[in-house]
């Protein structure tokens, strides 16, 4: 099943389920379910977990089973344990009544419709693989207290084997754990240029397998652009344009990634980058999110190892005000680690786990409930203290967080709820290996020296798949931070081998942005031929990376844009004082805190009401169109030298970062001559109308969608 269709095909019933679906939906999904056996399978399947769910969550302590049978026979399920409430019934999910008998009339009416009445391709729907928990223990059928107990209840806990592991047992472990990396095809990963031409190879091999004809090369104007904009984090200054432009070296366009990559603005855009994954953009949260962009910048200043990155953030301790890293832990250790678990394998390891915490995976069925806990007791012996000081400036009591381990020699288990209403133990795992507990070594610690070791081999490659995505608008995968054993790989042997370089020059970040931008695909334009319709994954079709992708501009990009568009220098972007404070208070007008499992942010930015508002009238296109305070339209308009054609050239220079073409050109002098004209025609003065006008002309550009978009 392609990809596409199958996030087509969740749509659609989540849709059915959730009771909002049209006719049209209905007829959609109607004619995708019965076009192919296995849509119809993997149709089923989600409305089974969708079941498993209800009626966990209701509170009617039964189970949906299939039966696996070669008769599909009417099945009494066993009742559940009714445990007593515990610390994590607040997160079970409610489903409406409602909203089953919509699944069931569905699944009828479909299989109604054709005939084959629980039959695909000629075999009972009893002989298809079923999605159950092969990790988790089944439940016992519960027995009367015949005690004299006080309890009303029993609770059921169901611990464990913590005898080694079989080894059929340990290869299933390490299958759900681990990405199948294929052996490189790149022999030397310390010559750059070897594996630059094994990208391209592999793309090229992809082309021409579909008959696919490459964009052109991009031109040193869009090039330029691109490449300022992915790695300074923003567009050129004037000076900077021209400077390329004018170079006729042939290495000029290597010799710029070079240097951008070893400048400071490449390490203050790449923290800035990853403070957002790690900790969102909100200030609402209890932290100091400078002190941790100050330790990232720091990492990728000095160009450290990705693992030794990755390492302190999992183990840091102190409070957040001391420690840059520990604000990782100190924003997401809330509600008992879960938050924590659930980032943390989506932003390092690029998968979606948290679905996991109450059921198993809708698509991967090795993918149990016990894969998040496991990984959520290497939490369990961290805390936030909080304590109150005496701020040295105001005086005042304030609370200050601190995050500490409390290190001992027996192990702190998480416990979670079975789909059956089981109360279930998870001990420290992972990668296939169980922890035994250390009285001097935290489990954090020992979590991160798994995470970051060649056990691990999925922190390469999604490193390497979300860089990737972050230069090209489109990862590997159609959902970045969603890879697994469901997921379709659009270039699986380039993912695979560019992760095992990066893995063995030392998980080197620049190196592998180096190899990226050298890359013939980072080159092309993005303009498609008319005959290259087949590389749409905007359309939701697979990315071929024939062309560039247009990148609309992050919120961060789009700030240090304006700033250079009024003349600000570049360096004073990058100071941690005044500007840091002024774009970060200017980022808040879009993001906001949500306080839900994941930690996430709701957003405004693209496309709202107050975006457009903040480009039309914001404070800071005001300062870029000001003659006072832009720089750039100042020198522009008061230099007598310069003609109306050099002016609209400068301008246009200076907001797209090239410079307009004959048509263009003949336009705006027509319009602008038409704004002069009406201007004195009302008494302005002419100089002050031709300032006016070309202050209009610069407005007009900066609120061009080409503007705010990385081509």
């Known amino acids: 099943m392609r990809t596409h269709i199958r996030h087509e095909l969740l749509k659609l019933t989540e849709a059915v389920i959730e009771d909002y679906a049209t006719q049209e939906d209905y007829a959609r999904l109607e004619a995708i379910v019965l076009s192919d056996p296995e849509c119809l399978q993997f149709y089923l399947k989600h409305l089974e977990l969708h079941g498993n769910l209800y009626w966990d969550a209701a509170g009617r302590g039964h189970s949906l089973t299939i039966p696996e049978s070669d008769e599909l026979e009417t099945t009494t399920s066993q009742p559940a344990v009714h445990p007593q409430k515990n610390r ?98 790149v022999t030397n990963f310390a010559d750059d240029q070897a594996v630059v031409e094994f990208i391209n190879q592999q793309l090229a091999s992809s082309w021409s397998d579909v008959g696919l004809n490459p964009a052109p090369r991009a031109s040193d104007e869009d090039w330029v652009r691109r490449v300022f904009v992915d790695l300074a984090g923003r567009i050129p200054t004037p000076a900077e344009v021209k400077s390329f432009l004018t170079d006729s070296s042939p290495d000029k366009r290597t010799d710029l990634v070079d ?17 957002n994954l790690l900790v969102g953009r909100s200030r609402e949260r209890e932290i100091d999110r400078e002190e941790l962009f100050a330790f990232l910048e720091r990492q990728f200043g000095e ?29 997401h250790l809330n509600n008992e680690a879960v938050p924590a678990t659930a980032i943390t394998a989506r932003i390092f390891l690029c998968e979606q786990l948290q679905c996991t915490q109450c059921h198993r995976h809708p698509i991967v069925a090795e993918w149990g409930q016990n894969r998040f ?12 203290q909080n304590t109150l000081v005496t701020d040295e400036k105001s005086g005042e009591k ?64 999604a490193f390497v798949n979300r860089t990737w995505q972050q230069l090209f608008g489109f990862a590997f995968t159609q959902e970045v931070d969603d890879m697994g054993p469901h997921s379709n790989v659009s270039h699986p042997e380039l993912l695979s081998s560019l992760g095992q370089a990066f893995e063995e020059t030392g998980y080197d970040v620049r190196r592998l942005m ?75 007008q879009f993001f906001i805190a949500m306080d839900n499992e994941e930690n996430s942010e709701s957003t405004t930015f693209d496309g709202s009401i107050t975006h ?29 030298k310069k003609s109306e054609t050099d002016r609209i050239n400068e301008l246009c220079l200076a907001a797209l970062s090239r410079y307009p073409t004959e048509p263009e050109l003949e336009a705006i002098r027509k319009t602008l001559r038409n704004q002069i004209r009406l201007r004195t025609s009302q ?29």
């Open 88 to 185: 994590r019934q607040d997160r079970q999910r409610e489903w409406a009544p409602r909203r089953m008998t919509t699944i069931a009339a569905s699944v009828l009416v479909l299989l109604a419709a054709t005939g084959i009445w629980l039959r695909v391709s000629g075999k009972r729907l009893a002989d298809s693989p079923v999605l159950v928990e092969n990790n988790d223990p089944i439940p016992d059928q519960t027995t009367s207290n015949e005690d004299n107990s006080t309890d009303d209840s029993i609770v059921e806990v169901h611990l464990p084997d913590r005898s080694p592991p079989q080894p059929h047992d340990e290869t299933l472990v390490n299958n759900s754990h681990q990405p199948q990396v294929q052996p490189s095809a």
């Open 259 to 275: 240097s951008l990559l070893a400048s400071r603005e490449f390490s203050y855009n790449f923290a800035s980058i990853w403070t």
């Open 303 to 331: 160009n450290r190892a990705w693992t030794q990155t990755v390492h302190e953030l999992l183990t840091a301790t102190g409070s957040a005000e001391e420690s840059g890293p520990a604000n990782y832990l100190l924003a």
């Open 373 to 384: 806990w496991e990984i959520n007791a290497f939490f369990q012996q961290t805390e936030v």
């Open 398 to 461: 304030v609370r200050k967080r601190v995050l500490t381990d409390e290190v001992s020699p027996e192990l702190e288990p998480a416990y979670y709820e079975s789909l059956q209403g089981v109360m279930q133990v998870a001990y420290p795992r992972f990668a296939g290996e169980d922890v035994a507990p250390e009285e001097s070594v935290s489990l954090r610690r020992r979590f991160a020296n798994l995470f970051a070791s060649e056990q691990n081999p999925q922190l390469a490659v």
């Open 514 to 588: 180096r190899w990226i931008c050298l890359s013939d695909a980072y080159q092309l334009s993005s303009g498609a031929s008319e005959e290259s319709t087949i590389d749409e994954p905007e359309a939701g079709g697979i990315p071929y990376f024939s062309r560039m992708y247009a990148k609309p501009f992050s919120a961060e990009q789009l700030f240090n844009s304006l700033m250079i568009a009024a003349g600000v220098p570049s360096e004073e972007l990058t100071s941690r004082g005044d500007a840091f404070e002024k774009r970060e208070n200017w980022l808040q």
């Open 612 to 640: 457009t508002l903040m480009m039309i009238n914001g404070d800071l296109v005001q300062q870029a169109t000001d003659l006072n305070q832009s720089r750039v339209l100042r020198d522009i308009v008061v230099d007598p």
């Open 683 to 711: 008494n302005v003065p002419a100089k002050v109308a031709v300032g006016e006008s070309l202050r209009d002309l610069y407005w007009a550009y900066l609120n061009s969608s080409e503007f705010s978009v990385n081509r």
